[in-house]
């Protein structure tokens, strides 16, 4: 579930890496987005798992 989203962060990554700072923020802002889900996404999957 969480990896389509970590999908832009390789792509943005490397345009960070040539220097745009639109792309460092917006890197930034999707990398929140998945820190603050996945917690949510890994109970779920346990939920899921024990049933």
Do not use: Q
């Not at 779920?44 to 024990?50: D, L």
């Amino acid at each position: 579930m969480m990896l389509p989203l970590a999908v832009p962060l390789l792509i943005f990554g490397a345009g960070a890496a040539a220097g745009g700072p639109a792309a460092l923020k917006l890197l930034a802002a999707v990398s929140l987005l998945i820190v603050a889900g996945a917690p949510f996404v890994a109970a779920t999957a346990v939920r899921a798992g024990m049933d």
